[in-house]
T-cell receptor
Framework: DAGVTQSPTHLIKTRGQQVTLRCSPKSGHDTVSWYQQALGQGPQFIFQYYEEEERQRGNFPDRFSGHQFPNYSSELNVNALLLGDSALYLC????????????FGPGTRLLVL | SQQGEEDPQALSIQEGENATMNCSYKTSINNLQWYRQNSGRGLVHLILIRSNEREKHSGRLRVTLDTSKKSSSLLITASRAADTASYFCATDGGGADGLTFGKGTHLIIQP
């Protein structure tokens, strides 16, 4: 039973560039959430996708956008990268209803220079 | 913004001792969860306690919840070197807005 997978593992970009991160949910899960974790901090909720729609969004600017595909996999896009976007980006999958136990992927570490 | 605050920020104990971490939060919750993170990688779900529960056990883990004080504690008994990690509490408000995490407690188990 495959868990949550993310790609790439690491990424280095320069300010102003755009980046796309990818996530495949745990088998049987159809809800995907994205979190940003800065160094020394807890994860912060970016948004959640269910049935290919953004269901809820945290306090992140429009530079952060996402997509969910019919196979439930998801992408996180960040435009006009800033130095402060350097962080670990975590994808988590869950069932759409009931208790929100999240299954996390290993994360993508993004460094913006 | 962070919902919860874990206390202490860091904890170092000897192998075999018990470790206790505390979490305080601000708003009403549907449930509270604890996660472990090793070396800045993905988080692993440890235990979930519902708002109408006061205590829950899972193996060497014991979680308590006091909704009147908006606080929770995680006890790890008979600690092992492999328990070295960061521990986060996360609250679920019941909506579709994901989990709200605290800043975590970094636990070091010394052999």
């Amino acid at each position: 039973d495959a868990g949550v997978t993310q790609s790439p593992t690491h990424l280095i970009k320069t300010r102003g560039q755009q980046v796309t991160l990818r996530c495949s949910p745990k088998s049987g899960h159809d809800t995907v959430s994205w979190y940003q974790q800065a160094l020394g901090q807890g994860p912060q909720f970016i948004f959640q996708y269910y049935e290919e729609e953004e269901r809820q969004r945290g306090n992140f600017p429009d530079r952060f956008s996402g997509h969910q595909f019919p196979n439930y996999s998801s992408e996180l896009n960040v435009n006009a990268l800033l130095l402060g976007d350097s962080a670990l980006y975590l994808c988590a999958s869950s069932l759409p209803t009931g208790e929100l136990t999240q299954y996390f992927g290993p994360g993508t570490r993004l460094l913006v220079l | 913004s962070q919902q919860g605050e874990e206390d202490p920020q860091a904890l170092s104990i000897q192998e075999g001792e018990n470790a206790t971490m505390n979490c305080s939060y601000k708003t009403s919750i549907n449930n509270l969860q604890w996660y472990r993170q090793n070396s800045g990688r993905g988080l692993v779900h440890l235990i979930l306690i519902r708002s109408n529960e006061r205590e829950k056990h899972s193996g060497r883990l014991r979680v308590t919840l006091d909704t009147s004080k908006k606080s929770s504690s995680l006890l790890i008994t008979a600690s092992r070197a492999a328990d070295t990690a960061s521990y986060f509490c996360a609250t679920d408000g019941g909506g579709a807005d994901g989990l709200t995490f605290g800043k975590g407690t970094h636990l070091i188990i010394q052999p």
